[in-house]
């Protein structure tokens, strides 16, 4: 009992240092521009991170969402292989908070598991809505100038239903159309929202 009362005490101590503070807002708000500079030196002395030239560069590295949930949090998830796990030398104490740095480690691991499967996800809702911005861009691009029309041959009789695709270029593409049943040259008059197809003769 003594010893559950033990780990609950150091537990609130090491989520109360400025360092775990530090890291937890980081990933909980998915923002790399919050990390200070205790906690960049931090990840670079006892995480397994390169220092990345300065705090600017490491916050720019890891700043996209796909490079924050599939690379930094990673060095604290224990199911990766780029997991950073705990030495001999990290069982020293942190500085004076009378914690160790391995404690404070073991923190930044419950810290993720408790939000990996959540960050995975919006990075992922990110890069569909990328992909879908994308996709609008070119769909705009490619099929602005393309427009279904329901065409009637009044000499005939026949009815269809075209997709036109009017090159801006070419102005005099819809003057050669012809009826696909009786083949004759035609032109289209649109009245009352209907668009009718009459033959040249």
């Given at each position: 009992m003594q010893s559950v009362s033990s780990q609950t005490a150091g537990r609130t101590t090491i989520g109360n240092l400025a360092v775990v503070n530090n890291f937890r807002r980081v990933i909980e708000t998915r923002n790399m521009s919050l990390m200070n500079k205790e906690l960049y030196q931090f990840l670079n002395l006892y995480c397994g991170f390169i220092a990345h030239y300065n705090i600017h560069g490491f916050r720019d590295t890891y700043a996209a969402p796909r490079d924050f949930t599939d690379v930094f949090i990673r060095h604290f998830d224990r199911n990766h292989r780029y997991f950073c796990g705990n030495y001999n030398c990290h069982d020293e104490l942190y500085q004076n908070t009378g914690v160790t740095k391995a404690e404070i480690k073991q923190e930044f691991f419950r810290i993720v598991d408790r939000h990996k499967d959540?960050?995975?996800?919006?990075?992922?809702?990110?890069?569909?809505?990328?992909?879908?911005?994308?996709?609008?861009?070119?769909?705009?691009?490619?099929?602005?100038?393309?427009?279904?029309?329901?065409?009637?041959?009044?000499?005939?009789?026949?009815?269809?239903?075209?997709?036109?695709?009017?090159?801006?270029?070419?102005?005099?593409?819809?003057?050669?159309?012809?009826?696909?049943?009786?083949?004759?040259?035609?032109?289209?008059?649109?009245?009352?929202?209907?668009?009718?197809?009459?033959?040249?003769?």
């Open positions: 959540t960050t995975t996800k919006w990075a992922d809702g990110v890069e569909k809505d990328r992909r879908h911005a994308a996709f609008q861009v070119l769909k705009s691009e490619f099929e602005a100038d393309i427009q279904n029309v329901r065409m009637e041959c009044e000499l005939c009789g026949e009815s269809i239903e075209l997709k036109i695709n009017r090159n801006a270029r070419d102005q005099h593409s819809l003057e050669n159309l012809c009826c696909l049943f009786c083949g004759q040259p035609i032109r289209m008059n649109q009245t009352g929202g209907k668009n009718y197809v009459e033959h040249t003769i």
